[in-house]
């Protein structure tokens, strides 16, 4: 879940941004304005209004924020600060100058909503760096960016809008960063004026955090769209909010087998394929002989079945009969899935540690290993593989087929953990691979026991369904796609231990997967007896994330929000984040741009059938134009970062190349999805590829981003620079480029250049077609 609904931003919020909305102009500053020396230049703020301006070392004064309110009362001014009572308001300014930063602390009496800073003058803008998942370039004068970033980014919290807190404004010959240190209730949005973007944010000061503070840094710096990200990383450092990789690993050992492992989710959905079945004409007679028998486990899979199930079967059965008798592939997999389905009902299942929601990870396992592999032995024995090698998903056919493809790393993860308890024998052969075994987990919606159309990690117990947040208006927030509600991380916290112990218990897990928890979504919480400000609700989430680390689980998470960053080591949906909401083609089945559903149950087409991207689309989520490595610069040594699950690596068939070149640019791995019936297909193109990323990401993945060049004016030949001196250059276009010094870049390819190596040169095209 990325977009929060925006009726839950608060009315007072709303109501500061939409003053924007008539525009800003720029600021006039009274004549008793504080003027603060930085080493870069000279600040002038107005006191009574917080309009903002700046004048580099030689340069012209520029405006920079425009005046939050109608002019205030100021008094108790001093060098570091002053009172400032406006509209019934009253807030306490400080101000330092920090390095190249100007820093402003500003704290309200009260509950108020302050609608600064907003960005001034933004004819004088020529591009914006925003950290839009890894980052975006922005002209701004793009008229096609205005039209999408007005509609992507209407007002939100800051925290979710951005995965950093921080933008980028270039000006004539310096660059302006706005960072946030303290992004909660920090409200976020994109509005226009004259024709060209504008950057706002609105602070809530709320009863549920009094006397926090909303600190905001202005740094000037050179006229480089990485400036930002390099600022925002110093002051990571200096502040003792930056934790490397390095320190990940070693804390947990397990963090170093991520260098060069591809994100390889596994689709089984149930305990057998349909090649665990070796006779299928036979099987199907058998079932047919003994459906009315109550003694043998046909007949109790046939009393277990739903309509649908035997009405696959009524079928089959015809399909099977005479000595010309056979049956098809469809129907194969229609029979898998009945039989997959039935029989957690037709072979019962001794309780263990039952928990809330009808779990019971101990449970499962003992099944899938006991009674469930006893019962279909004993009524099919010869007709069906040996049950150590059942498993269409996480598999030990699958994982012999990783490592005959030459994989030696991987993350391997299940989309349901129910796939690893059914499979233990390919749990114990993938971490003896060396690859890195993980379960899809999350704890953001919880839905009541009743709830039709639920999904297995939403059923937490009827007491989490009912604790869900309430806004200030005393409204429950609902929960992911409409359904339950958003849990509170505070009243989830000793449940989601127990849930992630036993499923990591149970399975075998070395990694684990919490889905919500680092995208940014954040709550304050206003139910009574539970009061819990968005601050408070970012810690419990952290809290989540590193008592799974505690466990010895190498921990990742959706989106990889600079607020969770320390305590995660991999990111999904941070390349590529979610964008499918905003193209309606991609929802139309008769679209060519339909990007599929969750159907087939084992690989549903949404994951696994490739499609084009809509033309007009690839500007703002694929064109490396108009992308920015802002996230890589920042915490490259820190997180390792993927794309989201729903936009993996192979997933838009027109971008391969693209793809594929960004991803050994920016140092960041591919993410695919797997299952039996598609390796055939994939498993070649994933592994020539491996042979190209897999050394390279092993060498610098613990390394900063230390540049990153745009070497021709079109912005399509690229380079960047990693901490132990490996440089990537990347020719995007269709046709060879000319590097400078001499030397021609192929199409669409990569020259990989480290110190103690000869260089190498990678036609992509040649690699994932």
Not at 3 to 20: C, H, K, T, Y
Not at 84 to 104: K, S
Request: hydrophobic letters at 45%; one cysteine or more.
């Amino acid at each position: 879940m990325i977009g929060r609904m925006i009726d839950i931003v608060s009315r007072a919020a709303l109501a500061a941004l939409a003053m924007l909305l008539c525009g800003g102009g720029l600021p006039v500053l009274a004549a008793d304005a504080v003027v603060i020396a930085a080493p870069a230049g000279t600040f002038r703020i107005d006191p009574a209004t917080l309009a903002v301006s700046f004048r580099p070392a030689g340069g012209d004064e520029a405006a920079l924020a425009v005046p939050a309110m109608d002019p205030g009362q100021v008094t108790d001014r001093t060098s570091q600060g002053w009172r400032l009572a406006a509209g019934g308001d009253a807030f306490t300014i400080e101000t330092a100058v920090e390095g190249e930063a100007l820093r402003l602390s500003i704290r309200s009496d009260r509950p108020a909503t302050l609608a600064w800073p907003q960005t001034a003058d933004p004819a004088a803008i020529t591009a914006y760096a925003m950290p839009f998942g890894e980052g975006s370039y922005i002209p701004a004068d793009d008229p096609a960016w205005l039209d999408w970033l007005t509609r992507r980014y209407e007002p939100a919290g800051l925290t979710e809008q951005l995965s950093m807190p921080f933008w980028t404004e270039l000006r004539a010959g310096v660059s302006i960063t706005w960072l946030v240190e303290t992004p909660f209730n920090t409200w976020f949005a994109v509005v226009e004026e004259g024709g060209r973007p504008r950057p706002v944010l609105a602070h809530d000061f709320t009863r549920l955090a009094p006397g926090a503070p909303y600190v905001v840094r202005i740094v000037p710096g050179p006229a480089d769209p990485l400036a930002g990200a390099k600022a925002y990383r110093a002051w990571l450092q200096a502040s003792g909010g930056f934790v490397s990789l390095a320190d990940k690993i070693a804390a947990l050992p397990d963090v170093a087998r991520l260098g060069g492992a591809p994100h390889i989710y596994l689709w089984g959905k149930g305990p057998l394929k349909p090649e665990d079945v070796l006779q299928w004409r036979a099987f199907v007679r058998l079932v047919q002989q003994k459906k009315d028998d109550p003694g043998h486990l046909a007949g109790r899979l046939w009393q277990a079945f739903d309509a649908e199930g035997r009405q696959a079967f009524e079928e089959a059965f015809k399909e099977a009969a005479g000595t010309g008798g056979f049956v098809s592939a469809y129907s194969r997999a229609a029979l898998t899935r009945a039989v997959n389905d039935a029989l957690r009902r037709a072979v019962p299942t001794a309780p263990v540690d039952p928990l809330p929601g009808g779990h019971d990870p101990a449970a499962e396992a003992a099944w899938a290993a006991g009674p469930l592999r006893a019962a279909l032995t004993e009524a099919f024995g010869p007709l069906l593989a040996p049950p150590e090698r059942w498993g269409g998903g996480l598999s030990l056919d699958t994982v012999a087929a990783l490592r005959n493809a030459g994989l030696t790393r991987a993350w391997l993860g299940v989309e349901d953990w129910r796939d690893a308890l059914w499979h233990p024998e390919a749990v114990a052969a993938a971490k003896a691979a060396g690859y890195l075994v993980g379960a899809y987990d999350s704890y953001g919606s919880a839905h009541p026991p009743d709830l039709p159309d639920t999904w297995p990690t939403a059923q937490m117990g009827a007491d989490l369904a009912a604790a869900g947040y309430v806004d200030r208006n005393g409204k429950t927030v609902t929960g992911f796609a409409g359904r339950g509600v958003y849990a509170s991380a505070v009243a989830a916290e000793p449940y989601a231990r127990r849930r992630i112990a036993a499923v990591a218990k149970a399975a075998g897990l070395d990694s684990l997967f919490l889905d919500v928890d680092a995208t940014g979504l954040v709550f304050d919480d206003y139910a009574p007896g539970r009061e819990t400000s968005e601050a408070q609700d970012a810690e419990a989430r952290r809290r989540r994330l590193v008592y799974a680390a505690s466990l010895g689980l190498v921990v990742g998470s959706e989106g990889g929000s600079a607020l969770f960053a320390p305590q995660i080591a991999f990111a999904h949906g941070m390349t590529t984040q979610p964008f499918a909401w905003m193209v309606p083609e991609m929802k139309d089945k008769a679209s060519p741009y339909y990007r599929g559903n969750y159907w087939p149950p084992e690989s549903p087409s949404l994951y696994f059938s490739p499609v084009k991207l809509k033309p007009e689309m690839v500007r703002f989520v694929a064109d490396p134009r108009f992308r920015l490595p802002l996230y890589e610069i920042a915490r490259h040594d820190s997180v390792v970062t993927s794309h989201h699950w729903e936009y993996g690596s192979l997933k838009f068939s027109d971008q391969r190349e693209t793809t594929a070149l960004l991803q050994l640019l920016y140092g960041v791995p591919p993410l695919y999805h797997l299952n039996a019936a598609e390796l055939d297909r994939d498993l070649p193109v994933i592994a020539a590829y491996d042979q190209v990323f897999r050394p390279l990401h092993e060498r610098v993945f613990t390394r900063p981003m230390t540049d990153f060049a745009v070497l021709l004016p079109d912005r399509l030949l690229q380079r960047s620079s990693f901490g132990d001196g490996t440089t990537v250059t990347v020719n995007f276009d269709a046709k060879p480029r000319a590097l400078p010094g001499g030397a021609t870049l192929p199409a669409q390819s990569a020259r990989i250049e480290a110190a103690d190596q000869p260089p190498r040169t990678v036609e992509i095209g040649k690699v994932v077609k």
